[in-house]
């Protein structure tokens, strides 16, 4: 009997971890990655001067299957606890999230880091699977109730596939599976806001003595040092910040070119801190459209085609990569249970 043939949409914690999941099982899986990497908004940016963490800045875990998972992801070398010198300040209404600035209960959970970058956190998930990167899928075709197509925006033509898991964020999966289904249209009532990112180096450590800034600024929602040394005197040079802009500020300047971006949140920092920016070595921005889920799903996946097209996505349950890791895992699942039983 040939293998149960799945496509996963999208290369992100939910994405990788339906594959990992469903290819620990037997099934023949493809991933499709719309970007040249892996991990989504565990995202880093790699530049002459060094990488940038521009996506995600640390994750925490609650869920104890989770949490298993950080532990692997530490025995792994890909993971390891982050304790910075952290400034808070006066917080919006919205509650910080990591997806992709903040994480958890600031008290009281531990903070991990992607080691080297946040993208290597994906690493226990990456099985011998397919990956079809740089493939943005623009349609699902069923041929019969139980098998299906895919298209990309290069008239390429994938399939057929005997299931499909889409885990872009909620926008762009309601796009792909609204016109299959109306068990979709739930989708439409999440909410996602937009994250816009500056990446910078200073040519001299950035004088102040915290590493991290939750809450700064209007304007700023986070800002923080790429490098885990706290002492001041023997900062590495160019010293790397990224800085997140909050929400509202996001969406009221989505538009903005990007040396607006830069020359409005570099305001903000130097606003926020007191202390004359040191010269930049250099610096860059970059919009996330869809960062922050405002508004869930409130359930850990949907699916629609008789069981065999699954949505998943943290959107689904929240703004933390945790919720992306359960929906994917929940996704897996419930494609077993209609497939194999």
Known sequence: MPPIKIAVIGAGMAGLKAAST?????????????????????????????HFNHGAQYI???HPGFNTFLQQATDHNAAQEWQPNLHRGTPPDA????????????ALDPWYQGVPQMNKLIRPLVEPFEIQKQHRITSIETLTPQS????????GEFGPFDGVIVTAPAPQTAELLRPLSSRFDPI????????WSVMVAFKKPLPTAFDAMLYPSPE??????????????????????????SPNWSRDHLEDDKD???????????????????????????????????????????NGMNGRIIAAG????????????????????AMIETLIG
């Open 22 to 50: 469903l290819h620990k099982v037997g099934m023949d899986i493809t991933v499709f990655e719309k970007s040249r990497g892996l991990g989504g908004r565990l995202a880093s940016r790699r530049t002459e001067f060094g």
């Open 60 to 62: 925490t875990a609650r």
């Open 95 to 106: 509650t910080p999230s990591d997806a992709p600035t903040h994480a958890g209960n600031l």
């Open 148 to 155: 299906f197509m895919l298209h990309d925006d290069l008239d």
């Open 188 to 195: 439409g009532d999440v909410v996602i806001a937009p994250c």
């Open 220 to 245: 700023i929602s986070w800002a923080a040092r790429s490098t885990q040394n706290n002492d001041i005197f023997h900062r590495r040079t160019p010293d790397h910040w990224v800085l997140h802009a």
């Open 260 to 302: 607006r971006v830069i020359e409005k949140l570099l305001s903000a920092l130097r606003t926020a801190s007191g202390i004359k920016l040191p010269d930049l070595q250099t610096v860059q921005a970059h919009r996330w459209r869809y960062a922050r889920t405002e508004i869930p799903l409130g359930r850990s996946h949907l």
């Open 314 to 333: 943290d959107w689904c349950l929240g703004a933390r990569v945790e919720a992306a890791w359960r929906s994917g895992q929940s996704a897996a699942h």
